[in-house]
């Protein structure tokens, strides 16, 4: 019996000492996918009327309010400018008599602010035919402001409404706010 569990136990140890370990592999692929994200928003004044129904008005202009102030905000993951451009880059198109008169897109002037990058113009300036506005680094949810002004001093200098002598009428253009990655 002696020889038979030696035997038994021998040819066990035998086994264990000539197994070897298994050994697998398995591949798990893992990607990343970064999209760019460019999102403006208008969040207020995306409407901005400017009414001008007195002789002060006619020779002062209009300056910035809260009722003629745009506010907008970009999420960009990657660095961004934002650029203005008017839909007719020379004037404003008078819709009360079929498009016939015009009112210079110059009467009009901006300033800008935000919370990042560098915004442009820092003081009042006329519209131009396009213009960039913000160049800024990669910034979520960052805040920008144009102020609205009309015909005022530091948009026109001495060359009042009145003295430009231009007939009534509702004049319209469409500013498009553009975002793209630098």
């Known amino acids: 019996m002696k020889k038979v569990l030696a035997g038994a136990l021998l040819l066990l140890l035998s086994h264990f000492g000539y197994s070897q370990t298994v050994s697998d592999q398995a591949v798990v692929p893992v990607s990343v996918t970064l999209n760019a994200i460019l999102r403006l928003t208008v969040t207020s004044g995306g409407n901005i009327v400017f009414v001008v129904n007195t002789v002060d008005q006619y020779t ?5 309010s809260p009722r003629t102030t745009t506010t907008f905000r ?7 400018t934002v650029t203005m451009v008017p839909e007719n880059n020379t004037h404003f198109v008078g819709i009360q008599t079929n498009n016939t008169t015009n ?8 300033v800008c602010a935000g919370t990042s990058g560098v915004v442009i113009p820092a003081a009042v300036a006329p519209l131009l035919a396009t213009q960039t506005i913000v160049t800024s680094p990669a910034a979520a949810n960052a805040s920008y402001t144009i102020g609205w002004e009309l015909a005022t001093n530091a948009v026109v200098g001495a060359s009042t409404l009145l003295s430009q002598s231009i007939p009534a009428d509702v004049y319209v253009n469409n500013m498009f706010l553009t975002l793209a990655p630098q």
């Open 60 to 64: 002062n202009g209009i300056a910035t």
């Open 74 to 80: 970009v999420s960009s993951t990657r660095n961004f």
């Open 103 to 110: 009112f210079p897109i110059t009467n009009v002037g901006i």
